[in-house]
């Protein structure tokens, strides 16, 4: 599979899903897949999502609690979760409110090694 | 139930937890339960991450992603799940990288109308 195709995998097989991406932490998108019918600028989200993705990792490794792999945040809107593949790049998955965030980590998760395989 | 007694239940009752706390968005503690035995200044780790939630609170305001309400981040040292109170305040749990994140996370949520009601 290809990136994109496994971006669309998990997409497609996460209820809810709205959009899944890979993005450097300057906020640059290195690959995505939105579901066309989003009533969010999605854009702008993970572009400042990734603002603050960078914060989080400084202040994890301010704090020495290791290496930052995983980050979620729920709003009274949306679901996302961020994978960290390597030391440039992350993968985002925008869900609704009443997506299944448990599954979509769960695929985040599992396809973070072909993602990178597949970006080297 | 006292906030402390609930603090103390959720540390009590989720393997792995290493603190549990009530803190203001400035990075001030409430009230706080610390497992003794802990190897990280958990201290330092709750305020840098105070920081980083009022980050993600402004992000998700400037996007319209509607009220944040929750915020995990898994490292490959610790687990952290913040639950949000209300304006001011939010419930911070500090986990181990094996602790059971997801009871974590489903207690924090649980308690949180009795630790704003114990707050009023």
Chains 1, 2 share one sequence.
Do not use: C, W
């Amino acid at each position: 599979m290809s990136i994109r195709e496994t971006l669309k995998y998990v997409v497609e097989n996460v209820e809810g899903a709205l959009a899944a991406m890979i993005m450097a932490y300057d906020g640059i998108p290195i690959d995505e897949i939105m579901v066309s019918q989003s009533e969010y600028d999605l854009q702008s989200l993970s572009v400042e999502y990734a603002t603050v993705l960078k914060e989080i990792k400084r202040a994890v490794e301010l704090v020495k609690a290791g290496a930052m792999e995983e980050v979620s945040i729920a709003t009274t809107r949306t679901r996302v979760a961020f994978r960290v593949l390597n030391e440039d790049l992350f993968a985002v998955l925008i869900m609704t409110r009443d997506g299944n965030f448990g599954k979509g980590r769960y695929l985040l998760r599992l396809k973070a090694y072909d993602m990178l395989r597949d970006l080297a």
